[in-house]
């Protein structure tokens, strides 16, 4: 008797430790499932499902600013020499569009550089039946250039000051654009043609796809770059060459473009 309620009680003793053991696991794995969820608490869950679609706006806008460069170069046998004429033609230049309306801060000097000249010489009377002897690098003086960078804001007097630069000897004029000064307006009108561009084509993508746009979740532009369609630039201007006739500058339109990619969570 005694035998059967120690086995009876050895069982219960057993059930109750595999019962205890199972509810531990049980406890255990809801709390770390608890505390998974709280570590996403506040957190954006990462869409599963998405589509990308793309638009494109663009602004046309005629220029109302034109750019130029000049260079002045002057060689001599010392760097004094060649800086004090360089200056004395730069000097001209400068004043010379001072005179034609145009502000300090739109005349901008974009490099100085001071060049030593070399020649290659080669001694004749050291020549002898096996040759000559390796010649050398003499120098022979000194190039100093400055180049300036001009704004004209008065896009009809870009033609005159061209001509009168070319008239007081300058050779060196390159890189004549147009441009618009403020674009600024115009980039973010040509942005939000692109953005309803991107949105029509979702809401068509997704009916073809028998989805619903839920929210963007993300959002990017590119390709925000003015199209220049005119453009001219001036170079020889001046010299034996030179003209007085006022170039004609025709400057035809700009295009600013911007191009966005929309990418839409979807269900």
Same mark, same amino acid.
């Given at each position: 008797?005694?035998?059967?309620?120690?086995?009876?009680?050895?069982?219960?003793?057993?059930?109750?430790?595999?019962?205890?053991?199972?509810? /531990?696991?049980?406890?255990?794995?809801?709390?770390?499932?608890?505390?998974?969820?709280?570590?996403?608490?506040?957190?954006?869950?990462?869409?599963?499902?998405?589509?990308?679609?793309?638009?494109?706006?663009?602004?046309?806008?005629?220029?109302?600013? /034109?750019?130029?460069?000049?260079?002045?170069?002057?060689?001599?046998?010392?760097?004094?020499?060649?800086?004090?004429?360089?200056?004395?033609?730069? $000097?001209?230049?400068?004043?010379?569009?001072?005179?034609?309306?145009?502000?300090?801060?739109?005349?901008?000097?974009?490099?100085?550089?001071?060049?030593?000249?070399?020649?290659?010489?080669?001694?004749?009377?050291?020549?002898?039946?096996?040759?000559?002897?390796?010649?050398?690098?003499?120098?022979?003086?000194?190039?100093?250039?400055?180049?300036?960078?001009?704004?004209?804001?008065?896009?009809?007097?870009?033609?005159?000051?061209?001509?009168?630069?070319?008239?007081?000897?300058?050779?060196?004029?390159?890189?004549?654009?147009?441009?618009?000064?403020?674009?600024?307006?115009?980039?973010?009108?040509?942005?939000?043609? /692109?953005?309803?561009?991107? +949105?029509?084509?979702?809401?068509?993508?997704?009916? +073809?796809?028998?989805?619903?746009?839920?929210?963007?979740?993300?959002?990017?532009?590119?390709?925000?770059?003015?199209?220049?369609?005119?453009?001219?630039?001036?170079?020889?201007?001046?010299?034996?060459?030179?003209?007085?006739?006022?170039?004609?500058?025709?400057?035809?339109? $700009?295009?600013?473009?911007?191009?966005?990619?929309?990418?839409?969570?979807?269900?």
């Amino acid at each position: 008797m005694n035998g059967e309620l120690l086995g009876e009680k050895k069982k219960l003793i057993t059930t109750l430790v595999v019962v205890g053991a199972i509810l /531990a696991l049980f406890l255990a794995m809801k709390t770390l499932g608890e505390i998974k969820q709280y570590g996403l608490i506040g957190k954006d869950m990462p869409p599963t499902s998405t589509i990308s679609v793309s638009g494109k706006g663009e602004k046309l806008a005629t220029p109302d600013v /034109a750019e130029f460069s000049f260079s002045v170069i002057k060689e001599a046998k010392t760097v004094k020499e060649a800086q004090d004429n360089a200056a004395e033609k730069m $000097n001209e230049a400068i004043a010379l569009i001072r005179g034609s309306g145009i502000e300090e801060k739109d005349i901008k000097t974009t490099s100085y550089n001071i060049y030593p000249k070399y020649e290659y010489r080669k001694s004749i009377a050291l020549c002898n039946e096996w040759g000559c002897p390796p010649g050398d690098q003499v120098l022979i003086g000194y190039e100093v250039s400055q180049s300036v960078s001009v704004k004209v804001r008065t896009i009809s007097d870009a033609g005159t000051i061209l001509s009168k630069i070319g008239g007081i000897g300058i050779s060196q004029v390159s890189g004549l654009t147009f441009s618009i000064d403020e674009k600024d307006a115009l980039k973010s009108e040509a942005r939000e043609m /692109a953005i309803k561009d991107a +949105q029509t084509k979702a809401v068509v993508l997704a009916k +073809q796809l028998g989805v619903k746009l839920v929210r963007i979740v993300n959002f990017s532009e590119s390709g925000d770059y003015p199209i220049y369609y005119g453009k001219a630039a001036g170079y020889g201007l001046g010299g034996d060459d030179m003209t007085s006739s006022v170039p004609e500058l025709p400057v035809g339109e $700009n295009t600013i473009t911007s191009n966005v990619t929309i990418v839409y969570e979807i269900r």
